[in-house]
């Protein structure tokens, strides 16, 4: 049994389609990582358009030639491939912003000989701009580039870690170990691939593992949610990322992620199949939250939201998308029994919560304040929701987290 701790928090700001630059974490010697942002669609570059599901791979039919650097006509050309569609420049936006460092650029003409520049952030493959991209240049770019593929072309907050380059080192902001990408999608056929973190299924986000994600380009060759920590290495001053993920030795990328605060999840019991719920779609203060069975109803959906980062899980609140109130023990009770209500938000800690991982999916949701759980034991649809306290990681304490769109 594997658990983990997520201390549950207030809206985390997305960067936008421009990655951060390389961040640090000073609490080990490994401890640089980085952070960036996905939001590669399925149309750019990675599918049809552009080549992957036609079994070709990526350097195929696209204008790419990689013996070449992309600053050479034969390297990437302006007149065939991926500089002559919007799609496909999005694609060369993502290969830049993988191969070259911050400060870097590459600036190409397309077919009608307009300019455009794009900027390098993360810089596995520096050599490819001006030379070639052998074997190894070719894994770590398709790890970095899978990494970044969202197939509902959203942009999610990415924590990215790799022996090659980037460095190994957690980081608050994301405390979620979604997967680790791995293989070679330049090649006929492509070889994409990915595993299970250990928080695959935590808090998923909209086109990302975890998501029911569908048009993905890549497979889990090790089996259906077989996890990473089985199957590849595990590295790292805290263990946190991955190497040699079959034979693909070092270029493995670890993707680290939060919960998406502006998409609401469902909160439901996977045993008594019933879910938290704004009792009679009350959008007042100290309404009622009840266990209710699901009903896709806005007063069955929440946002979490994060509002700092005090441990290596962080704090959220939890909105009511019904309401826009928040999810509050009632009178700050710290005993069993304490009535779980929703209130505009003041930003005490009987507002905030944390999950401790008990199995895989299934999390208890503890209070701050009290360090007590949320259960749905014993209580009729239409009572109360209550905290009792922890310890016991009784079947009814558990909850599982799901999108609702």
């Known amino acids: 049994m594997r658990r983990s701790t997520l201390v549950l928090a207030a809206a985390l700001t997305f960067p936008a389609c421009v990655p951060d630059a390389a961040s640090t974490d000073a609490a080990g010697p490994q401890s640089a990582a980085i952070s960036s942002d996905n939001g590669l669609t399925m149309v750019n570059g990675l599918t049809m358009v552009n080549g992957l ?6 350097a195929n039919a696209n204008g790419l030639t990689m013996a070449n650097g992309l600053t050479m006509a034969n390297g990437l050309s302006s007149t065939v491939g991926l500089m002559t569609s919007d799609a496909g420049r999005q694609t060369v936006s993502y290969m830049v912003r993988c191969a070259l460092p911050p400060g870097d650029s590459l600036s190409k003409q397309d077919q009608y000989g307009n300019w455009y520049t794009f900027a390098g952030a993360i810089g ?4 490819w701009k001006n030379g070639s991209c052998d074997t190894n240049c070719q894994q770590i770019m398709s790890a970095c580039l899978m990494a970044h593929v969202n197939t509902t072309g959203r942009h999610i907050s990415l924590w990215l870690d790799s022996p090659v380059v980037m460095g190994l080192g957690r980081d608050n902001a994301h405390p979620m170990q979604e997967s680790a990408f791995f293989g070679n999608i330049f090649v006929s056929p492509p070889q994409a691939y990915y595993c299970n973190g250990f928080d695959w299924d935590r808090g998923p ?4 593992i975890g998501a029911n994600q569908s048009g993905s380009p890549y497979t889990n060759p090790f089996g259906t949610n077989a996890l990473c920590e089985s199957h590849c290495t595990t590295i790292g001053f805290w263990g946190e990322a991955y190497s040699g993920c079959g034979s693909w030795g070092n270029n493995v990328v670890t993707v680290f992620r939060d919960f998406d605060p502006n998409v609401p999840y469902t909160i439901c019991n996977p ?3 019933l879910c938290l719920d704004v009792l009679n779609w009350s959008t007042s203060a100290n309404g009622v939250i009840d266990p209710w069975p699901a009903t896709a109803g806005q007063n069955q959906k929440f946002f979490f939201e994060r ?3 005090v441990s290596d899980s962080g704090q959220y609140r939890i909105r009511s998308a019904q309401s826009n109130l928040y999810l509050t023990m009632k009178g700050a ?3 069993s029994g304490g009535a779980l209500i929703q209130w505009p938000y003041e930003g005490t800690t009987n507002q905030l919560w944390y999950m ?3 199995v895989e999916g299934s999390y208890n949701l503890v209070n701050v304040n009290s360090g007590m759980q949320l259960t749905v034991g014993g209580i009729a649809q239409g009572g109360q929701v209550i905290q009792i306290p922890g310890g016991g990681y009784s079947n009814t304490e558990m909850f599982k987290l799901t999108l609702s769109q």
């Open 205 to 208: 986000v909209s086109g990302r």
């Open 53 to 58: 599901a036609m079994a070709n791979g990526l």
């Open 307 to 309: 509002v700092n980062a």
């Open 271 to 273: 045993t008594t199949k």
């Open 356 to 358: 401790t991982q008990v």
């Open 333 to 335: 009770s710290t005993k």
């Open 124 to 127: 596995v493959a520096p050599q």
